[in-house]
C-alpha cells in the first residue's frame, strides 16, 4: 500500500498519512475515561467567584471578637460590602489575566510536544497538573487561614483541563479514519457531563462548599491514574518517521534561542503545510476561526446585558433564557453524530466539514442580525435561544485543523490555531464590552451590528475556505 506525503494531508482527505486500518481503535476508549475528568472539572467549576469572595469575607473579618470567620458564606450580608466586592473583583480578574497568558505560552506548546513525544506523556502531565490544581483549591477552602488568596490564583493558572481535550481530540484522529463522527462523540459526553456535573455542583454546594472537593478531587484522581494504562495512540516508530520527514520537507532553519524564546514561534504552525494551497486554506481557516470565535463570544456577555437593560429582565429570566439556549445546544450535540454519519456517506469527509462549518457560520450570522434588528423581546430571545444550534460544527472546527496540518504536526497546528483565537479574542471582547459601556445611554444596539458584521465577516471567510 502506498504512503502518502506527510505534508500533504489532503491527499488522502482526513486519513493519517500513517494509519494502518487494521489498527483502527475505538474511540470510547478514550471517551469514557474523560468523562470522569468532564464530570469532575464540571462540579470544581461551580465553585467559581462565590468561593473567592467567601474566602476574601473570611480573611476580613478573621480575628473579629464574637464573629466565627467559617460560618461566613458569599450570601451573607457582612461579604456583599463593597470593599470585598472591589477586591473579589480584582483578583478575578488578576485570575483571568494569568489564565490567559498560560493558555497562550504552555498549551501551544504542549501541543507540540505531543507531536513528538506521542499523546500518553502530555496527557499525564496534564491531568497531573489539573489534578493539582483542583487539590490545591481543595487545601484552599479546608485550610484558609495557611493558604492566602493569591493561592487560588495559582491553583487556576495549573488547570491543565483544555489541553487534556486538545490531546484527547488528537488521539481519536491518530486513531481512526473517521474523525469528524468519532470526535463528534467527545463533544457529546464533554456537553452531557458538564451539565451533569453542573447541575450536582449546584445540589453539592448547598451542603457548603467543601463537600465539592470530597465529590471531584476522587473523580479526577481516577482519571489521574487512567492514564498510566492507557495504550500510545501511534506507534513512537510511525511518529518519528512522520516527524523526520516533515522536518526534512518544512524546517531547514537552524533554531536559535529566540526561536525557542518567542512566545509567537507557535503561530509558525499555521504555514507549516509544504503545499502553498494548503497553506493559504489553513491561514483562511484560522482567520474565519478567530473571527466567528470573538465576535460569538462578546455576542454572549453583550446579550445578557442589553436584555437586562433593554427589557428589564431579571436575573432569573436570565438565567432561564441562558438554560435553554444549553438544552438546545446540548441536544443538537447528542444529533450531530448521526448528522455527519449521513453526510459522510455523500462527500468527502474535509468537504463534507467545510460544509457544516458554512452552514453553522451563516446561521450564527443570520441569529446576529435577527437581534439587531428585533425591537421586542421575543425574537431577540428566540434568536439567542437558536444560537445554539451551531454546537452542529463543534467536531468539524476540530476536524479541518486537523485534516490540514501535516500528520507529524497536528499538534502543533491544533494548538497555534487555539493561540491565534486567543490572541484576537482578548483585545477585541475587551474593547467591544468596552464600547458598549460607553454607548449604551445613546445607541445600545451600536454594538450589536458590530458583531452582526463581524459574524458575516467570519461567513465570507469559511466561504472562501475550499480545499
Known sequence: MRVPDPTNALETTPLNPFHNPWREQSPWRIIKPLSLAFLATSIAAVIGPNFL????????????????????????????ISQLQSMASTNQSRLNLCKNLVALIVFPRLCAWSDRSGRKPILKIAAAFTLASLTLQWCVQHFWRVFPVPTFIFAGCLDMSPVVFQLAVLAIADSTCRRTVNTSYLFVAAYLFQAVGMYLGSELAKRGLPTL?????????????????????????????????HNEKT?????????????????????????????????????????????????????????????????????????????VSLAMVCIAPFILKALEKRRNPVTQDIYVLRSAAFWTAAMATIKALAGSVTPYVA???????????????????????????????????????????IPASTFLVRLYSWTVDTNPAAVLWIICFGEWLAFAFFLALWV
Open 53 to 80: 469572595l467567601a474566602t476574601l469575607c473570611k480573611h476580613y473579618y478573621d480575628g473579629r471578637e464574637g464573629l466565627d470567620p467559617d460560618s461566613l458564606t458569599d450570601s451573607n450580608p457582612l461579604c456583599q
Open 213 to 245: 472537593a470530597a465529590v471531584y478531587v476522587p473523580l479526577y484522581l481516577a482519571f489521574f491514574v487512567w492514564t498510566f494504562f492507557v495504550s500510545e495512540t501511534l506507534p513512537y516508530s510511525e511518529r518519528d518517521k512522520a516527524t523526520e520527514v
Open 251 to 327: 524546517d531547514t532553519r537552524q533554531k536559535t534561542l529566540f526561536y525557542y524564546g518567542n512566545p509567537l514561534q507557535p503561530l509558525s504552525a499555521l504555514l507549516s503545510p509544504a503545499h502553498r494551497r494548503i497553506k493559504i486554506a489553513m491561514v483562511i481557516f484560522a482567520v474565519a476561526c478567530a473571527l466567528e470565535g470573538t465576535f460569538y463570544q462578546t455576542s454572549q456577555y453583550v446579550t445578557l446585558l442589553y436584555v437586562e437593560y433593554k427589557f428589564k429582565w431579571s436575573s432569573v429570566q436570565l438565567g432561564k433564557m441562558q438554560a435553554a439556549k444549553a438544552a
Open 383 to 425: 434568536a439567542n435561544v437558536l444560537l445554539g444550534l451551531r454546537a452542529v460544527a463543534d467536531s468539524p472546527h476540530k476536524s479541518v485543523a486537523v485534516a490540514l496540518a501535516p500528520s507529524a504536526a497536528a499538534g502543533q497546528v491544533l494548538g497555534a490555531l487555539e493561540m491565534a483565537v486567543t490572541l484576537v479574542k
